[in-house]
Nanobody, 126 residues
Framework: VQLVQSGGGLVQPGGSLRLSCAASEFTFSSSTVAWFRQAPGQTREFVSVISSNSYRSYYADSVKGRFTISKDNALKTAFLQMDKLTPEDTAVYYC????????????????????WGQGTQVTVSS
């Protein structure tokens, strides 16, 4: 599955952004989708994951209550709504897809995901 990301940019602290992740294949509807992020000099870290039918989702503690993951299978697109952003959220954000319809028990590891988007920069600064 080829994933193409959009969204991101520069936002002030407390602001909001929405990232999109569009898939090229119909199999997206049966795929689990996750978001990761990578700050300069740091490893890629898990942000959120959603099951193929949107029934289940998980979040990293650092974003819980502020970020919302969603998936529209008709549009073959996943979203990450980011609210109450802080400078610590500054990173390159990546979407990723796993062909399994259910969330892997090790969903926070990058090796689980077979397809990756190109990444998009999110900068939170005043």
């Amino acid at each position: 599955v080829q994933l193409v990301q959009s969204g991101g940019g520069l936002v002030q602290p407390g602001g909001s952004l929405r990232l999109s992740c569009a898939a090229s294949e119909f199999t997206f509807s049966s795929s689990t989708v996750a978001w990761f992020r990578q700050a300069p000099g740091q490893t890629r870290e898990f942000v959120s994951v959603i099951s193929s039918n949107s029934y289940r989702s998980y979040y990293a503690d650092s974003v819980k209550g502020r970020f919302t993951i969603s998936k529209d299978n008709a549009l073959k697109t996943a979203f990450l709504q980011m609210d109450k952003l802080t400078p610590e959220d500054t990173a390159v954000y990546y979407c990723a897809a796993d062909s399994s319809p259910t969330i892997n028990t090790e969903y926070w590891y990058t090796y689980v995901y077979e397809s990756w988007g190109q990444g998009t920069q999110v900068t939170v600064s005043s």
